[in-house]
């Protein structure tokens, strides 16, 4: 067998035989046996047990990361330059399921992944125990009147190890945009909130309360951002989506338009935010010069499942 494939097939069976059994139960002699190889061949290529397991990672994980980087660009491409966050999720690789709480969203969101929906209770996820190496929660908790019980959900249904990122808008009433769409009648009820969010310490408790160890958190979406999005949102809930006189929910419809039929309904204003893109996006650059000295309008929190 020549060098170069002597070498690939000492890698290729390590790979197999670690991913079964883990690494301290492969001997050299299971991985020569496994590569129909003999001994002298691993000491040739790898010089020894330890070195061999260093290269495996070294050569998986620049194949890995091409191949991530290969399809964040495809997503990117595809996004005029900015990759959805499904896409991103994607890329990092693993095979990922989606859960969705409101039930009438679940037809839209799975025409647009192309792939099952999962209707989902807070108090009663639809998984099994320890289901899930990490578990994203993107804007459900400040929907809640109460969180615990969701927060014991995540915990059962990630395994041990495991981490969940859980990420709200900030709850800190304080802040000028909070203040500036409660004067021009945006409110928490407007988005369809319990409360406005929950700021990073609040989480971190939370998240302590239900078992979880809190590691990293950080936040985004500053002052110039929040304001490109209240004026679009503020444009649809109090122009676009009115109802007639004699309608619940305020006189307006929902916050963004959330089905095929809704946005064909406002499909000409939607060409129009698209015209007015490259200007949002000009603002919202803006974010940049907030983001080292304050707190953001959105924060992510992560806490990680103790192992056993």
Same mark, same amino acid.
């Given at each position: 067998?020549?060098s170069?494939q002597?070498?690939?097939?000492?890698?290729?069976?390590a790979?197999?035989?670690?991913?079964?059994?883990? #690494?301290?139960?492969?001997?050299l002699?299971?991985?020569?046996?496994?590569?129909?190889v003999?001994?002298?061949?691993?000491?040739?290529? #790898?010089?020894?047990?330890?070195e061999?397991?260093a290269?495996?990672?070294?050569t998986?994980?620049?194949?890995?990361?091409?191949?991530?980087?290969?399809?964040l660009?495809?997503?990117?491409?595809?996004?005029?330059?900015?990759?959805d966050?499904?896409?991103?999720?994607?890329a990092?690789?693993?095979?990922?399921?989606?859960?969705?709480?409101?039930?009438?969203?679940i037809?839209?969101m799975? =025409? #647009?992944?192309?792939? !099952?929906?999962?209707?989902?209770v807070?108090?009663?996820?639809?998984?099994?125990?320890?289901?899930?190496d990490?578990? %994203?929660?993107?804007?459900?908790?400040?929907?809640?009147?109460?969180?615990?019980?969701?927060?014991?959900?995540?915990?059962?249904?990630?395994?041990?190890?495991? =981490?969940v990122?859980?990420?709200?808008?900030?709850?800190?009433?304080?802040?000028?945009?909070?203040?500036?769409?409660?004067? %021009?009648?945006?409110?928490k009820?407007?988005y369809?909130?319990?409360?406005?969010?929950?700021?990073?310490?609040?989480?971190?408790?939370?998240?302590?309360?239900?078992?979880?160890?809190?590691?990293?958190?950080?936040?985004?979406?500053?002052?110039?951002?929040?304001?490109?999005?209240l004026g679009?949102?503020?444009?649809y809930?109090?122009?676009?989506?009115?109802?007639?006189?004699?309608?619940?929910?305020?006189?307006?419809?929902?916050?963004? !338009?959330?089905?095929?039929?809704q %946005?064909?309904?406002?499909?000409?204003?939607?060409r129009?935010?698209g015209a007015?893109?490259?200007?949002?996006?000009? %603002?919202?650059?803006?974010?940049?010069? #907030?983001?080292?000295?304050?707190?953001g309008?959105?924060?992510?929190?992560?806490?990680e499942?103790?192992?056993?």
């Amino acid at each position: 067998m020549p060098s170069d494939q002597t070498r690939s097939a000492i890698l290729t069976a390590a790979e197999r035989l670690y991913a079964d059994r883990g #690494f301290g139960d492969v001997t050299l002699r299971d991985i020569v046996a496994e590569a129909n190889v003999n001994l002298a061949a691993v000491n040739y290529h #790898f010089g020894s047990k330890d070195e061999l397991i260093a290269e495996l990672f070294v050569t998986r994980s620049l194949a890995t990361n091409r191949e991530r980087l290969n399809e964040l660009k495809l997503a990117e491409e595809a996004g005029g330059g900015r990759a959805d966050i499904n896409s991103i999720l994607r890329a990092l690789g693993g095979r990922w399921t989606w859960g969705e709480c409101e039930a009438d969203a679940i037809p839209e969101m799975q =025409r #647009f992944l192309g792939e !099952p929906v999962v209707p989902c209770v807070p108090e009663r996820l639809d998984f099994p125990d320890a289901a899930f190496d990490g578990v %994203v929660v993107i804007d459900v908790h400040e929907h809640l009147v109460e969180t615990a019980p969701l927060n014991r959900e995540l915990f059962r249904i990630v395994r041990p190890g495991g =981490r969940v990122i859980v990420t709200t808008p900030n709850g800190d009433v304080r802040k000028l945009a909070v203040r500036i769409k409660d004067l %021009v009648g945006m409110t928490k009820d407007t988005y369809g909130h319990v409360r406005v969010g929950y700021t990073i310490d609040e989480h971190r408790r939370m998240l302590t309360d239900a078992g979880f160890q809190p590691r990293s958190s950080g936040s985004y979406s500053q002052l110039p951002t929040e304001m490109i999005e209240l004026g679009i949102n503020l444009a649809y809930v109090k122009l676009l989506s009115r109802k007639p006189q004699g309608t619940t929910n305020g006189g307006h419809g929902p916050i963004a !338009p959330s089905s095929a039929d809704q %946005v064909r309904k406002v499909e000409k204003t939607l060409r129009l935010y698209g015209a007015i893109y490259p200007f949002c996006r000009a %603002v919202a650059s803006l974010d940049a010069l #907030f983001a080292p000295f304050v707190t953001g309008y959105a924060v992510a929190v992560v806490g990680e499942k103790p192992a056993r």
